[in-house]
């Protein structure tokens, strides 16, 4: 693994990713060749990050109540998960919900949304002010997460301030069919491909332990390089009873951090987040992320299940000698 990795630190280094047959190699890697990947990725971060750490947020403004049957969502058409269920949420509430987000330390905030896409006028409009009040009273990035967007819907919520375009792949092309069947993986593909051809940034990542291999997480890293796309968000499943993927855990704590390693090296421009999940699969390892390659991560509750206590990711933040974005 030594050999290797000083095979590919030059290139890496002066910011080319590594090639899939490599990228395999990094999932493959022992644990007790763990820390010498880590002193890689972890200067490859330094290089092109600095110590700088991204904190977003997120709110839930439409939960539930979603045509989609992703197997790994308690929002989904499928899921029988005990979740609150409601339309889009007052426009008093996003903006309160951002405000919170600012005062924790969060950087960025991101609007999300279940269902297949955004094509309510009204909800448009009312995400669209929104976003303005957010950029007119805070230092927040502005985001939305709300499925298939077309080319004109992007180009309002822009106008109107909105930073980030949210879209995941979750998986690979190849895998995709097995954990949804509702819409198509060109869609999503499509979807990015505007966002990024809007002029906006994009954030777009997957999930990982729903049952895909080595070659599928490869895969997507490598789509994603393609695609161009600014931010990957790394997900690790979190099972939620009631949904198909309920009781699967196929992940361990040094796996995650593999892939984020892995992520990092096919990617080595682009900010690498750690969001749902984590609290759950990597326990007491979580502040490996950062060695492992990740700059950023989400900071209090994902969408269902609650996260970590912000005070204590931002202590360890402060601990690691990272400073969040903004400060």
């Known amino acids: 693994m030594e050999n290797f990795l000083y095979d590919i630190s030059d290139k890496v280094l002066d910011g080319s990713g590594i090639k899939p047959d490599e990228a395999l190699r990094v999932l493959e890697t022992d644990s007790s060749d763990l820390f010498i990947l880590f002193s890689l990725t972890d200067k490859l971060r330094q290089k092109f ?24 969502c308690a929002q989904s058409s499928v899921s029988n998960a005990n979740i609150n269920k409601y339309h889009i949420i007052s426009e008093n509430e996003i903006v309160k919900s ?5 005062k924790f330390g969060a ?22 002010r929104s976003i303005e009040n957010i950029k007119e009273n805070s230092c927040l990035e502005t985001c939305i997460s709300a499925g298939i967007l077309d ?17 995941n792949l979750e998986t690979s092309r190849e895998f995709f069919p097995n954990i949804c069947t509702t819409h198509s993986y060109e869609e999503d593909v499509k979807t990015v491909k505007i966002a990024k051809s809007s ?8 999930i990982f332990g729903i049952g895909e291999s080595n070659r599928d997480r490869v895969n ?11 931010s990957i968000p790394i997900n690790f499943l979190n099972p939620i009873e009631g949904t198909p993927l309920a009781g699967v855990r196929n992940l361990r704590p040094i796996e995650c951090l593999k892939i984020v390693a892995m992520m ?16 759950i699969n990597l326990g007491d390892l979580q502040s490996l992320i950062f060695a492992a390659g990740a700059n950023g991560m989400i900071l209090g509750n994902y969408l269902t299940t609650s ?7 931002l202590q360890m933040i402060k601990d690691l000698s990272l400073e969040p974005i903004g400060n």
């Not at 951002?98 to 600012?102: D, L, Q, T, Y």
């Not at 002029?199 to 997957?206: F, K, L, P």
């Open 307 to 313: 996260g970590r206590d912000a005070s204590r990711d």
């Open 151 to 167: 080319k004109e819907t992007i180009a309002y919520l822009k106008n109107k301030g909105l930073d980030h375009i949210h879209h």
């Open 199 to 206: 002029g906006m940034r994009v954030c777009s990542g997957g």
């Open 98 to 102: 951002a405000e919170v987000s600012e």
């Open 220 to 230: 997507l890293a490598c789509l994603l390089n393609d695609l161009d796309v600014d």
């Open 49 to 72: 990050k600095g110590n700088k750490v991204r904190l977003c947020s997120i709110v839930n403004a439409q939960s539930g109540l979603c045509s989609e049957n992703c197997a790994f």
């Open 107 to 128: 950087n960025e905030f991101s609007i999300v949304m279940s269902g297949y896409g955004l094509k309510n006028d009204n909800d448009i409009k009312k995400i669209g």
């Open 264 to 279: 990092r090296l096919v990617n080595p421009f682009k900010d690498i987040m750690v969001c749902g999940g984590r609290e």
